[in-house]
Nanobody
Framework: VQLQASGGGSVQTGESLRLSCSTSGFRFEDYAIGWFRQVPGKKREAVLCIDSSGESTYYVDSVKGRFTLSRDNYEKAVYLQMNSLKPEDTAVYYC????????????????WGPGTLVTVSS
């Protein structure tokens, strides 16, 4: 089972980034893909998740209206579109897989990929 988050980078406040989570080694269409982020020195937090049916769940109110998720079952990938980025969005972003439904608790996720760093400067 492999997941790989990519697409991070350094941007200015108000700009956009699109993160990708590429996967392999499991039946992708049966899994929810969650996105988490971690700031150095702080606990990793759930940001949002897309379940196996394509429905998204948001865990951080501040990203509602700015972040959206989509999934491509053929490509076995999930895309996190981040618009109107703010300095407080700066973190390492991780994607993780959980069977069928979304959960905020990272302990439920079966597999993780290495993170991708997003830096937003003011």
């Amino acid at each position: 089972v492999q997941l790989q988050a990519s697409g991070g980078g350094s941007v200015q406040t108000g700009e956009s980034l699109r993160l990708s989570c590429s996967t392999s080694g499991f039946r992708f269409e049966d899994y929810a893909i969650g996105w988490f982020r971690q700031v150095p020195g702080k606990k990793r937090e759930a940001v949002l998740c897309i379940d196996s049916s394509g429905e998204s769940t948001y865990y951080v109110d501040s990203v509602k209206g700015r972040f959206t998720l989509s999934r491509d079952n053929y490509e076995k990938a999930v895309y996190l579109q981040m618009n109107s980025l703010k300095p407080e969005d700066t973190a390492v972003y991780y994607c993780a897989a959980d069977f069928w439904s979304c959960k905020a608790d990272e302990a439920f996720y079966d597999a993780w990929g290495p993170g991708t760093l997003v830096t937003v400067s003011s």
